[in-house]
């Protein structure tokens, strides 16, 4: 399968968040609002990726 630079463009951001969700989930005290919001938006990434 080609990756297409849109693809790459959505694994790259879906790795950002990843990082983003890991930082939050080591803070002394992470905040579930902002980890649920993280979660939500690398699914929807995932759906995206997948659906290419």
């Known amino acids: ?3 297409t630079a849109h693809q790459t ?3 790259g951001k879906h790795a950002t968040l990843d990082r983003r969700i ?3 989930e080591h803070r002394p ?3 579930a609002v902002t980890l649920a919001a993280l979660k939500k938006q690398k699914l929807k990434l ?3 990726i997948a659906g290419l």
């Open 22 to 24: 890991a930082e939050e």
């Open 9 to 11: 463009a959505l694994e």
């Open 46 to 48: 995932k759906e995206e």
């Open 1 to 3: 399968m080609q990756s």
């Open 29 to 31: 005290l992470p905040d």
